[in-house]
């Protein structure tokens, strides 16, 4: 089973059982609501015709955006879960230190050692880790076979800061392979096209005297 994170409805009081796969809730005015929960409290809320009636008419009106900021914090949360627990376990570390995830703030906010820098995603920091995880080992070993040991969280901000000097670099390779893998999709969809004989495409009837080809298009590629 994922990993999940609970929060109490403010409206019916019971748990919101939420997953990454699964962040129907909505949260408003520092409250956290199933979504459906949200609407039937609101639409009470507009019933009355009270001077309020007209912020919750509004908050009805933009559901669909309270949900995408609710999703949009709860993931960031989830990333930095699984963020912690892999360094925790990959790195032998009791927790990280708060002064550590304010680093990891700042970054995101385009700041690193009091300096300014690219802005960086936690998923995206989180992605590079991973992908960079064996050359930080081997550098490591290379420094312990040298007398250089460093451990704990010191050796988390030293892997940090040679991810912070090489983001550069690896932004500029996930996009050119992002360009690369669009193309040649793009490539597949051409030769898919090409290889269809339109020839044999007929107009099948239908009750509503429409064609439709899609039970043919197997024959054709």
């Not at 089973?1 to 748990?15: H, Q, S, V, Y």
């Not at 901000?157 to 991810?163: E, G, R």
């Not at 030769?191 to 239908?206: L, M, T």
Request: net charge positive; hydrophobic share 35%.
């Amino acid at each position: 089973m994922g990993a999940t994170l609970i929060r109490k409805c403010a409206f019916c009081g019971e748990d919101i059982v939420l997953t990454k796969n699964d962040m129907h809730m909505v949260s408003y005015k520092q409250k956290s609501y199933h979504t459906e929960c949200f609407k039937t409290m609101c639409n009470g809320r507009v019933l009355k015709n009270n001077r309020y009636s007209s912020i919750y008419s509004d908050a009805l009106q933009n559901l669909d955006q309270l949900e995408l900021e609710a999703k949009k914090k709860l993931m960031h949360r989830f990333v930095q879960d699984e963020f912690n627990e892999y360094l925790i376990a990959h790195y032998d570390v009791g927790a990280l230190s708060r002064r550590f995830w304010s680093m990891i703030a700042d970054i995101q906010s385009g700041k690193y050692n009091g300096k300014r820098c690219k802005p960086i995603e936690l998923e995206t920091l989180f992605d590079m880790w991973k992908d960079y995880q064996k050359e930080l080992d081997k550098t490591n070993a290379w420094n312990k076979h040298h007398g250089k040991v460093i451990d704990g969280e010191v050796r988390v901000n030293y892997d940090l800061a040679i991810l912070m000097s090489n983001y550069v670099k690896y932004a500029k390779a996930k996009e050119k392979a992002k360009k690369e893998a669009e193309e040649k999709e793009k490539q597949s969809c051409i030769k898919k096209s090409a290889n269809i004989d339109y020839s044999k495409i007929k107009a099948v009837e239908s009750n509503d005297g429409l064609g439709d080809i899609s039970d043919l298009l197997e024959d054709l590629i």
